[in-house]
């Protein structure tokens, strides 16, 4: 079976790319990896920003500015950017093999190395952002947290779709 000319898991691995490219840059770039709130106070913290206010009033800063960064986060930000990043590069090559280059069959095996580079990446990130993270921070995971791990199993699925076709 076939939809617009292109074979149906090979379609369906093309969608889940696209998918799990917006979920993992929703979880990428949101400053809501873990968050509390107590009453009046709340913080909460992403790769890249960490946030907190009374009231209504929120001052954020960014991790970038930080000198003296804990290691453990820098490698968390670079999985995740190295995650982010090989899921852009599938992308692309599903899209040259789709759409350009349809008579290249290694460039589905790119795409599929691309895309369990990507997960792989993405799930040493939260691997080492839970082991090495505050109990603060590890017991009140957000949303952030949770679509990035959802982006790495998307990802991997869009690979296993690539494989299982001819």
């Not at 998918?19 to 979880?27: C, F, M, N, P, S």
């Not at 990428?28 to 890249?48: D, E, H």
Request: hydrophobic share 60%.
């Amino acid at each position: 079976m076939e939809i617009a000319g292109i074979p149906m898991l090979t379609f369906v691995g093309f969608i889940l790319t696209i998918v799990a490219l917006v979920i993992d840059l929703i979880g990428f770039a949101a400053p809501y990896w873990w968050y509390v709130s107590s009453g009046n106070i709340k913080s909460y913290a992403g790769l890249w920003k960490l946030c907190g206010g009374i009231g209504g009033i929120t001052s954020c800063g960014d991790y970038v500015d930080v000198k003296n960064l804990a290691s453990w986060r820098e490698a968390v930000q670079a999985m995740e950017t190295l995650g982010f990043l090989c899921l852009i590069a599938a992308l692309v090559v599903v899209i040259l093999k789709l759409f350009v280059l349809k008579d290249k069959p290694i460039l589905k095996w790119v795409a599929v190395g691309c895309l369990a580079a990507a997960a792989a990446f993405i799930l040493i990130g939260v691997c080492i952002f839970g082991g090495e993270a505050s109990t603060l921070e590890t017991d009140n995971l957000h949303f952030a947290f949770a679509f990035v791990i959802i982006a790495a199993i998307v990802a991997i699925v869009a690979s296993i779709m690539f494989c299982l076709d001819k």
